[in-house]
């Protein structure tokens, strides 16, 4: 059974804090997504990658990092969390391969309520 | 740059009838369309995609190209379709599996 994890359901923080939010999956899955999911602006995607090391950035990725040192491991880090950042967070894999029509697998979300 | 958007914010429908979920997109090349779904307490996950022509749980979505469209349809709602549904959309290519994901629809059936 594929499987994504996120490291917290929930996650309280306070305004300038240093956030860390942890994606494991166990899918040997070289691509991976975070998305911010708002309501009426559905997923947005904040950061992805495509391999150990590498990096780009999506649509709204302004005040976050990433980090992925190892394959099935993608961090995405809040330098100074504020409290527009108060929001669910979805992590994603999936395989690369020739085609783009796969499917994204997705963990179960984090939700962070920034003080 | 591509866009997705779905009209509605909540569609309510009464059990046994029709249900249409709308989605439109705007990409100046070949869209690969997907409907991905959330049920109450659980994970995003893939409903169907336009590539495999499939139905499943009686749901099924056209590309219509012309009409830049790719609504959801079931001919009978069921209670347990009653989540969150959001069309996405990728650029293929070297997109890397990119998604562009519209607004969502909630969608409630009524008993």
């Known amino acids: 059974d594929v499987k994504v994890t996120q490291s917290s359901r929930y996650l309280v923080k306070r305004t300038g804090e240093k956030v860390f939010l942890e994606c494991v999956q166990d899918?040997?899955?070289?691509?991976m997504f975070w998305y911010r999911q708002d309501p009426g602006l559905g997923l947005r995607l904040i950061y992805f990658?495509?391999?150990?090391?590498?990096?780009e950035k999506g649509d709204i990725p302004e005040g976050y990092s990433v980090s992925r040192e190892k394959k099935e491991r993608f961090s995405l880090i809040l330098e100074s969390a504020s409290t527009n950042q108060t929001s669910m967070y979805l992590c994603?894999?999936?395989?690369?391969?020739?085609?783009?029509?796969?499917?994204?697998?997705f963990g179960p979300g984090t939700r962070l309520t920034v003080l | 740059a591509q866009r997705v958007t779905q009209p509605e914010k909540l569609l309510s429908v009464f059990k046994g009838a029709p249900v249409e979920l709308k989605c439109n997109y705007s990409?100046?090349?070949?869209?690969?369309l997907f409907w991905y779904v959330q049920y109450s307490r659980q994970r995003l996950q893939l409903l169907l995609r336009?590539?495999s022509r499939e139905s499943i749980k009686g749901f099924t979505a056209d590309l219509n190209k012309g009409e830049t469209s790719f609504h959801l349809k079931k001919p009978f709602a069921q209670e347990e379709d009653s989540a969150m549904y959001y069309c996405?959309?990728?650029?293929?290519?070297?997109?890397?599996?990119?998604?562009?994901f519209g607004q969502g629809t909630i969608l409630t059936v009524h008993p």
């Open positions: 990658s495509y391999d150990v090391k590498m990096k």
């Open positions: 899918m040997d899955h070289e691509n």
């Open positions: 336009h590539i």
């Open positions: 996405a959309l990728s650029a293929g290519g070297t997109s890397y599996g990119k998604l562009t």
């Open positions: 990409y100046s090349g070949s869209p690969e």
């Open positions: 994603a894999s999936s395989p690369r391969t020739a085609s783009s029509y796969n499917e994204q697998f």
